[in-house]
């Protein structure tokens, strides 16, 4: 069995895409008791305070995820990872070049807390995409050799998009325990922003999506609480959607 939580609102990661600190802080305490689990990426990574915003976040019980995507020399990811560790961080991203998924893995050490999560390929990405940067393989055979080398090198999961069928994923490379994290995914009738390839909450979760990533839908909304909710509510319907076709 994967390393889950038993409740879906766990399972939802709120995307802190916003200017400031402040802002995000704000935006945290308006979800309180909805969501527990909050990205930090590359908008606050370099904004005045966000160090103290981690702190304030992690002393406060709330899951980070630092969506740093890391890719550099060994050393530099493995001391990374380290201090990553230390500090409490629950899911850090790495990309999925062999020594940096080596390296992170090596920085983790035995932690069963932190979870190093290989950046596959993005989804704002497609095979014209893979095509125009050189790449011989398509979306798909990329995926598949990096989910390969991620398990190898000791990786506990991928960022995968749900519409490359994480449960198919799994089966491929014959490891249940594979976690996915799924970003792109976007309420019913909602803008696709950047993303490519897309899935509603309860489309991922029942193509067997572990996490969720979300930001613009629910940071951008009118009532972020209530669109959370509402996200949520859609996850559990893919879960039981999920459980029916499993019995079918």
Do not use: C
């Amino acid at each position: 069995m994967r390393d889950v939580p038993d409740q879906m609102a766990d399972r939802l990661i709120v995307a802190l895409d916003v200017p400031t600190p402040d802002q995000a802080e704000s935006l945290v305490n308006d979800l309180d008791g909805v969501v527990s689990f909050y990205k930090i990426g590359l908008w606050l990574l370099f904004t005045a305070g966000t160090d103290q915003l981690i702190d304030r976040l992690i002393s406060k019980g709330r899951k980070i995820f630092l969506d740093y995507k890391m890719f550099d020399i060994p050393e530099t990811v493995s001391k990374g990872v380290t201090s990553a560790r230390d500090r409490g961080i629950k899911f850090v991203t790495v990309h999925g070049d062999n020594e940096i998924m080596k390296a992170a893995v090596q920085g983790k050490g035995d932690s069963d807390f932190l979870k190093i999560f290989t950046i596959t390929v993005l989804t704002s990405m497609n095979d014209a995409d893979l095509r125009e940067m050189g790449y011989r393989l398509s979306v798909k055979e990329l995926i598949e050799l990096r989910v390969r080398k991620s398990l190898e090198y000791g990786s506990d999961g991928i960022i995968a998009s749900a519409a490359d069928n994480p449960d198919e994923i799994r089966k491929l490379v014959a490891n249940q325990g594979l976690l996915i994290a799924t970003p792109g995914v976007r309420p019913a009738g909602s803008d696709s922003d950047d993303h490519k390839r897309l899935a509603t909450p309860a489309e991922a979760i029942r193509g067997g999506a572990d996490y969720i990533i979300m930001g613009r839908p629910i940071i951008s909304h009118k009532n972020p609480r209530a669109q959370a909710e509402a996200v949520i509510a859609d996850m559990e319907k893919g879960l039981s959607q999920q459980a029916a076709h499993a019995k079918t």
